[in-house]
């Protein structure tokens, strides 16, 4: 991550892990100015950004991911605060959420990366 849209400007950041989900908020050219899940915000070539759409949980304690979109369908998996996973099939506040093969359906609102 960069501080301005260009090779010129200094790094800021370097990030390492996988899918970490990042919010577009402005574009220049092939560069991308990004909202990270820690509040750093930055610029980054637009070639660095994967199109798979991931999130990360929120909160302090596990949440439940169930098998339908529906708080009393029952619960396929438990994560803690901090997963990062791959989300699809997002609809009327709940979105399909994969960690490693293990998925179910959370509320948007656990998640950050998803508006």
Not at 80 to 102: L, M, P, T
């Amino acid at each position: 991550m960069r501080a301005g849209p260009g090779r010129s400007f200094p790094a800021l950041w370097e990030y390492r892990r996988q899918d970490l989900p990042v919010k577009v908020v402005q574009t220049y050219q092939d560069w991308r100015k990004v909202d990270d899940p820690d509040g750093a915000s930055g610029w980054l070539q637009a070639h660095l950004l994967s199109p798979v759409r991931t999130a990360i949980v929120r909160g302090g304690e596990p949440r439940e991911l169930h098998q339908t979109p529906d708080a009393d369908a029952p619960v396929n998996w438990r994560v803690e605060a901090g997963v990062v996973g791959r989300i699809s099939q997002c609809n009327v506040g709940w979105c399909r959420f994969d960690v490693h093969g293990r998925n179910g359906y959370i509320q948007i609102i656990e998640l950050w990366g998803v508006e």
